[in-house]
């Protein structure tokens, strides 16, 4: 059974950073696409940041690339997302989701499983 729970959420003052962690099980990272997503009140849910696990490569958006950073830990079956110089607009519900094999889009409809989401503030 595929589960991904989000952890790491929290309140933030502008230009500060967060580290959400995406605690995977049911699977072996390594011929899986994992992928953040945030969705803000009233906003469509967006893509932020892919790795395909394969062979590492990344995908960011351009409102969180310079700022963002994707990582694995296949140890730990656990995907990182190193959130930097953190602003108001990133305030919104941060998920992970997961597919099988790769990610050309790190697009919401490629993804089959998804976690239940962690909460990310940033105000002063």
């Known amino acids: 059974q595929v589960q991904l729970v989000e952890s790491g959420g929290g309140s933030v003052q502008p230009g500060g950073s967060l580290r959400l962690s995406c605690a995977a099980s049911?699977?072996?990272?390594?011929?899986?696409?994992i992928g953040w997503f945030r969705q803000a009140p009233g906003k469509e849910r967006e893509g932020l940041s892919c790795?395909?696990?394969?062979?590492?490569?990344?995908y960011y958006a351009d409102s969180v690339k310079g700022r963002f950073t994707v990582s694995t830990d296949n140890a730990k079956n656990t995907v990182y997302l190193q959130m930097n110089n953190l602003k108001p607009e990133d305030t919104a519900v941060y998920y992970c989701?997961?597919?099988?094999?790769?990610?050309?889009?790190?697009?919401?409809?490629?993804?089959?499983?998804w976690g239940q989401g962690t909460q990310v503030t940033v105000s002063s």
């Open positions: 049911g699977f072996t990272l390594g011929y899986w696409s």
């Open positions: 790795i395909n696990t394969g062979d590492g490569t990344t």
């Open positions: 989701a997961a597919r099988v094999g790769h990610s050309h889009y790190c697009a919401l409809s490629e993804y089959d499983y």
